[in-house]
């Protein structure tokens, strides 16, 4: 058994098609907003990052995570979520 808990997880980076999103909830409408011009900042500290990962990414951590487990009898968590060596500002 395995437990993957994502970070914000925002658009795909390049799977099925690169910006692709389901609906215009939470995160994706808040970009989708910013990307029409209808909005021009958002709440928060400059000094804060913000860590989303694409959905396509989670989507590959899910698989290669159900893979490693396939035939073991055991437990893991893992967290996927962008590096902090490259973060995105707000």
Not at 42 to 67: E, L, R, Y
């Amino acid at each position: 058994m395995a437990i993957l808990w994502p970070s914000i997880v925002g658009a795909a980076y390049r799977d099925p098609c690169v910006g692709w999103v389901d609906n215009l909830a939470a995160l994706s409408g808040f970009i989708f907003v910013f990307g029409l011009g209808m909005l021009h900042q958002g709440p928060g500290k400059h000094s804060n990052a913000a860590n989303f990962i694409p959905v396509d990414f989670v989507v590959n951590s899910i698989i290669a995570i159900a893979v490693y487990q396939a035939n073991k009898n055991s437990l893991v968590v893992c967290h996927s979520a962008m590096p902090i060596q490259n973060p995105l500002y707000h």
